[in-house]
């Protein structure tokens, strides 16, 4: 069933009315999920699909917009084809790879060809595709509500969360939901993690991204995703850190956006300014102007780095911005946000398999370790990096004329940017890659120390 925001309105693009129920009050399942984004829609998905009793709660309605660049690399459509998702489907559009732009070059680097990825990315904007995955989280048996703005964590007397406390409706109708264990996908706000006393780290970086929409038939069919590393700061004349992107959305549009990741010590990027200062040097025959324009410019935070610890905590799982997973090497996030999805459904799945009590806490202590496994040393890579090199230079540097004029050191690059190797090695680059991060030292997951439920 899927339950809709009483008395919203209806579009063309909105669920038929006749699947639509009212909104139920002091509602209990196994795990509530918070947050209807890639994260929170993937997580209710793999825990319906493992026979999980899962709601769902969204405080907006769908479609709805979001500051992203609607790009997916071989990681990401990797998760999707695992979700069951078609992405041969019409709305979906391919890529062969990325195009990197910088001081007068032009570089294609064509996604490689691995066992265990796609050798291909996907875009599509978010207002499209958010909604897709959730419906594919209620087709699975989620239970999902709309319009539901949580307001703080339930917790019983061992400070342990039990469930939230909402206001439902246009009417702010307090409501309450119940169950053992909440899984927090409520994006770069955190609300539920900052609400159970999860702070942020201040050591780890939060990046800005703004981006625009425009009409540009000639682009729009682009095969590549293009990256340009050579932008400098508006104000301060340094070079950006961070990179400008040009995403084909095959509909006739463009995403144009940028990120920043600025050091501590440089202080914020004007980012419309130095938008504005980027669209100059865009060709003519492109049509980059207000006229064409067919959105407002918008920005978001990007928490990085795994900046918000523990990842689990008295019931509570963290998974994609919540968390701060937005790669510190490349601000991708919708990827790390499924497979983080995917990890917590199924640490969630084994741990209700037992008693609870001890053996159940065990096994949900779990999941930081499964993240770390999976991206700790290549995390605490990337947010080096980014504070000596990405933080306060930019891509430039690494963009160096003779990196631009090796194949083979950009391929190994763009798979280290991206995290795309095979395990084992598949190539010569796979096995650079894995003796890089073989030699960082692996950090064990932070928590904080609980008694046993």
């Known amino acids: ?11 063309a693009t909105s669920e038929p009315s006749s699947r639509r129920t009212g909104q139920q009050d002091g509602e209990e399942a196994q795990v509530l999920v918070v947050g209807a984004g890639p994260a929170g829609s993937a997580a209710a998905l793999h825990l319906a699909r493992a026979g999980v009793e899962v709601v769902l709660l969204e405080k907006s309605g769908f479609p709805r917009d979001k500051v992203c660049g609607d790009g997916l690399t071989p990681r990401g459509v990797q998760q999707l084809v695992r979700m069951g998702i078609d992405v041969n489907a019409p709305g979906w559009m391919r890529n062969r790879g990325m195009r990197w732009v910088c001081a ?14 796609p050798d291909f990315g996907l875009t599509r904007s978010r207002r499209d595709f958010d909604a897709l995955l959730a419906d594919h989280a209620v087709a699975a048996g989620a239970r999902l509500h709309t319009g539901v703005r949580v307001t703080g964590p339930l917790t019983d007397r061992a400070g342990r969360i039990v469930g939230v406390s909402a206001l439902a409706g246009p009417e702010q109708r307090p409501v309450t939901y119940r169950a053992p264990l909440v899984v927090a996908a409520d994006g770069a706000s955190a609300r539920t993690a900052v609400m159970l006393g999860l702070e942020r780290d201040p050591e780890r970086r939060v990046a800005t991204a703004a981006r625009r929409y425009y009409r540009c038939e000639s682009r729009s069919q682009e095969p590549y995703l293009e990256l340009w590393a050579d932008l400098m700061c508006a104000k301060s004349g340094r070079d950006l850190p961070g990179y400008g992107w040009v995403f084909p959305l095959g509909d006739g549009r463009i995403n144009i956006g940028l990120g920043a990741m600025p050091h501590r010590s440089h202080g914020p990027v004007d980012l419309r300014a130095t938008m504005d200062q980027w669209l100059v040097r865009l060709p003519d025959d492109w049509g980059v102007s207000e006229e064409n324009a067919t959105s407002p410019l918008r920005s978001a935070a990007l928490p990085m780095g795994f900046n918000r610890h523990p990842q689990y905590h008295r019931g509570l799982l963290l998974v ?39 053996g159940r806490e065990h096994a949900l202590r779990q999941y930081p370790a499964e993240i770390n496994r999976r991206w700790g040393r290549h995390y605490r890579l990337g947010n080096l990096a980014g504070d000596l090199i990405l933080g306060r230079y930019g891509y430039r540097p690494v963009l160096h004329p003779r990196v631009m004029a090796s194949p083979a050191l950009l391929r190994t690059l763009a798979r280290l940017l991206t995290h795309v190797a095979d395990e084992p090695a598949h190539d010569t680059i796979d096995a650079v890659l894995h003796t890089l991060l073989r030699v960082v030292p692996r950090t064990r997951p932070r928590g904080r120390r609980t008694p046993p439920s």
């Open 320 to 358: 994609g911005d919540s968390a701060g997973m937005v790669s510190p090497w490349s601000g991708e996030g919708i990827a790390q946000a499924m497979e983080a999805a995917e990890a917590a459904a199924e640490t969630i799945a084994l741990a209700l398999a037992r008693p609870s009590g001890a």
């Open 1 to 11: 069933m899927i339950t809709r925001r009483d008395g919203e309105d209806t579009d």
């Open 104 to 117: 007068g070059r032009e570089v294609d680097i064509d996604w490689p060809r691995l066992g265990s990825h």
